[in-house]
């Protein structure tokens, strides 16, 4: 008896010790309590950021990815000058030496003059920016025709240098906003003249050369991708991990451009997304400001309703809401969003900063709720562009409203950020942003990319997996690889899954 009595006592004493081991946590909570730890650890926050599987880009326009040094680099390979007092790039010939007297110095002397070298790196990014002197706003849409000259015979270099940063931040999709047909449309656009009424004008267009320039299009894209995969070294043992990054393109619009030569523009996209899947959707740019952006407001949403009847199937997304109040009058903040989401069919809405100055703008939150629009939102963009940061940034509203979100970088090479540092900003702004809100972010990424198929989710909500693939292990002659093998968004999405299950298992 007093054998068992210590036996039974032993027993006893190990129960508190085994209901703990059965309650130790799953892989998420382990993951998101590592991740607690080191909130205030700078340091482990941003390595723990760096490697976690982020999903897709939705926002990164390509010319604004690369980085000054890399543009530097394709100016000397295509022989350039620069205007040593504004950084401007000049077509040759350049001075005859590297005086640091002269004024128009070949690029290639800049490498060993570092005062040219670093004001040409701080004139085509935000390093440096003094706020005293300029408006972050004017600083960073002047960068761009500063070093624009260096592009030339460069696209797949630029792609290339994209899907190697996205690889570095551990996304799985890239969706590169890229006016990839050197605007031809535009010029197209330009010989046709405007025409009010919209289907004479598409017409036009279309017998009178749009069709041509939507084939040389989709060839000098495939030169450019061969330049990509050959520079990163796809297909050989010293492949580069950009090669495993999905990279897509959403045909760019310059909405600062007279009507008929925007129009012709929108309807290259239209076309382009019609006939050749590389090219998931579309998107207007240029500064939400400036003059014609915000004159023609109206008369682009009337051009996106008109050709959205005619390519259903084409997905969009809008630059709407990159505006603060006191940039614009008044009127100008109130209803960019709402006639982006109602009568241009955007699906998603980039930046949507100035929301809350919209007409109704809970009634606009419910409805892009509702609607599951969602937004990009680029914290650092935002910050550097138009000053709006922490608790006067819309992010905070629109994940309390339910609003679908991702994390983008939008022109992370002029900001000199990345996603891992989008990420990072966003945890040390907002307290409340945890891991689970963090991966809720990247699974949306992938749930509202514009990849072709079905979703993996039969439930985006809470992230229920589709009948075929719910519980399974291994998907080898399974039914859910049938589902995987027929969806590009559900392979892109497992895919993800994988990838993160991989990372939680090291916590």
Not at 259 to 283: C, H, K, M, S, Y
């Amino acid at each position: 008896m007093l054998r068992a009595s210590i036996v039974f006592a032993v027993i006893l004493s190990m129960l508190p010790a085994f209901g703990a081991a059965q309650r130790q946590p799953a892989a998420e909570e382990r993951t998101a309590r590592y991740m607690q730890s080191v909130r205030h650890q700078p340091g482990l926050l941003l390595a723990f950021l760096r490697d976690m599987p982020k999903g897709g880009d939705l926002h990164n326009h390509l010319a604004g990815a690369i980085y000054a040094e890399h543009w530097i680099d394709f100016a000397v390979d295509n022989g350039l000058c620069v205007d040593r007092t504004t950084s401007v790039l000049i077509a040759p010939p350049c001075d005859a030496n590297c005086d640091r007297f002269t004024s128009k110095p070949a690029v290639r002397c800049a490498y060993a003059d570092p005062v040219l070298y670093n004001s040409m790196v701080d004139a085509w990014s935000m390093r440096n920016w003094n706020p005293g002197e300029e408006s972050g706003h004017d600083h960073f849409f002047a960068a761009f025709d500063k070093f624009s000259l260096a592009s030339q015979n460069h696209t797949g270099d630029e792609i290339a240098e994209a899907a190697e940063q996205a690889a570095e931040d551990h996304l799985q999709l890239v969706e590169l906003m890229h006016t990839a047909d050197g605007s031809q449309a535009a010029q197209l656009g330009a010989k046709a003249g405007w025409n009010e009424h919209l289907p004479e004008l598409r017409d036009k267009l279309l017998s009178g050369g749009l069709k041509e320039i939507v084939a040389a299009t989709r060839a000098k894209l495939d030169e450019d991708e061969k330049k990509m995969r050959a520079r990163l070294k796809c297909g050989t043992a010293e492949a580069s991990p950009g090669c495993d990054v999905t990279v897509r393109y959403l045909y760019q619009v310059l909405r600062g451009l007279p009507p008929e030569e925007v129009f012709a523009q929108i309807l290259l996209g239209f076309e382009l997304a019609t006939v050749d899947p590389r090219f998931i959707g579309l998107n207007l740019v240029m500064p939400e400001d400036w003059y014609v952006p915000m004159h023609d407001f109206e008369l682009h949403m009337k051009m996106l309703d008109y050709l959205h009847e005619i390519y259903p199937q084409v997905h969009i997304t809008l630059h709407a809401g990159e505006l603060a109040m006191g940039l614009v009058p008044p009127e100008g903040v109130m209803f960019h969003i709402r006639e982006s989401v109602e009568r241009g069919h955007a699906e998603r809405i980039g930046h949507g900063v100035d929301i809350m100055n919209e007409h109704d703008p809970l009634g606009l939150l419910h409805e892009m709720a509702l609607k599951q629009v969602l937004v990009e939102i680029c914290l650092t963009s935002n910050d550097l562009i138009l000053g709006i940061a922490g608790d006067d940034h819309p992010l905070p509203i629109y994940l309390q409203y339910g609003v679908p979100v991702a994390l983008a970088t939008d022109d992370e090479g002029v900001s000199r950020s990345d996603m891992t540092h989008e990420y990072l900003r966003a945890v040390e702004t907002y307290a409340f942003i945890s891991y689970k809100d963090l991966k809720r972010m990247a699974r949306l990424s992938l749930e509202h990319s514009f990849l072709p198929g079905a979703s993996l989710w039969e439930d985006a909500g809470h992230f229920r997996m589709v009948r075929a693939c719910a519980g399974v292990q291994t998907r080898s002659n399974s039914p859910c690889q049938k589902f995987l093998d027929g969806s590009e968004r559900a392979a892109m999405q497992w895919r993800f899954e994988e990838e993160l299950a991989r990372f939680e298992r090291a916590f």
